[in-house]
């Protein structure tokens, strides 16, 4: 009898749950960003967190639980139960680059909710430099090997693989050195210190405007609106895309009625005319995708990214 009791209201629990969502949010919500408070991610989801707020009437905590590249803020989540009120917004690196490191959590398994922004990584060169197009760049880098160095946000990143995929392709040698941020690498190139970067496009653009940098390629699939004469990696090597992303995902289990409700809820909040301002100021371009979108953007970049590993990898043994 009770065997039977509690079947019945196991069933009753799923039939309700999408009526539910109905209804939802009763309670505060979390949203869990894996880095310091004041960076991109975390100015980006404070923004929508405004409008979630105004839109809901509930309270919109955002959590910083940053270190060791994210992960520790993304095991978080992966271990928090699904109860529809904790999420994460994430970066490019967490979820889609496998970096070897030992992870307690399957980064397929989260719930994608929304892709919420994009923005294409540029490769730059300090002015000191004697190249003006990627083809000058290798060529240079073939005459002199090991001459000339990159710098990046540190090892795993979308910016440091695109420069190792491009070394492994061009058949070139570029020296790495890492930074612990994108922030003091950039202070680098521009003071000199390195000579090339591939690097968020944010950044660069008002360096680039100035002379201080030039930039010699995008990592979009097209050419940028924000440097409208500057040639897409495509153009040049079929296929090569390196950009970053943000985007929300919820712990595994989480209910597609809440998924959907949620995504719905952070598209409209990024279209709120000052959010757009600010994203648009910040050279970010606005997505705002259906859960179902995210999933299968997310399986391309899983993909692009691994084929760059295997390709670097096999430079690296030869």
């Not at 919109?60 to 270190?67: A, Q, S």
């Not at 490019?92 to 397929?108: F, M």
């Amino acid at each position: 009898m009770l065997t039977r009791l509690f079947g019945l209201l196991l069933a009753a629990t799923f039939v309700l749950s999408p009526a539910c969502a109905q209804d939802y949010p009763g309670r505060p919500i979390t949203i869990v960003v894996p880095a310091a408070a004041g960076g991109g991610l975390d100015r980006v989801v404070r923004l929508i967190a405004e409008r979630l707020r105004a839109k809901w009437g509930q309270p919109v905590v955002i959590e910083n639980r940053g270190g060791a590249g994210g992960v520790i803020g993304t095991e978080f989540v992966a271990r928090a139960a699904p109860d529809d009120y904790t999420f994460l917004f994430v970066g490019t690196g967490q979820l889609v680059i496998d970096r070897n490191t030992k992870v307690n959590y399957d980064p397929v398994a989260f719930a994608p909710v929304s892709l919420v922004t994009t923005a294409p990584n540029v490769l730059v060169v300090h002015p000191r430099v004697a190249a003006g197009t990627v083809q000058e760049l290798i060529a240079l880098a073939k005459a002199h090997p090991d001459r000339l160095n990159y710098a990046s946000q540190g090892i795993g990143t979308t910016q440091h693989l695109s420069v190792e995929y491009l070394k492994s392709v061009a058949g070139i040698n570029i020296v790495h050195v890492p930074f612990g941020g994108g922030a003091p690498a950039l202070v680098a190139l521009v003071g000199g210190q390195v000579d090339v970067m591939f690097t968020e496009i944010s950044g660069i653009l008002q360096h680039v405007r100035t002379g201080q940098l030039r930039a010699l390629a995008v990592g979009s699939e097209k050419r940028n609106v924000l440097l409208p004469d500057v040639p897409a990696m495509s153009e040049l090597l079929p296929d090569f895309v390196s950009m970053t992303w943000q985007g929300l995902v919820a712990p595994p289990g989480t209910p597609p009625a809440i998924t959907a409700k949620v995504s719905a809820a952070v598209a409209e909040a990024i279209r709120h005319p000052e959010v757009a301002k600010q994203l648009v100021e910040s050279s970010l371009d606005l997505i705002g995708s259906t859960p179902e979108e995210m999933a299968a953007f997310m399986r391309v970049e899983r993909e692009r990214w691994r084929k760059v590993m295997r390709a670097v990898a096999a430079t690296s043994a030869r």
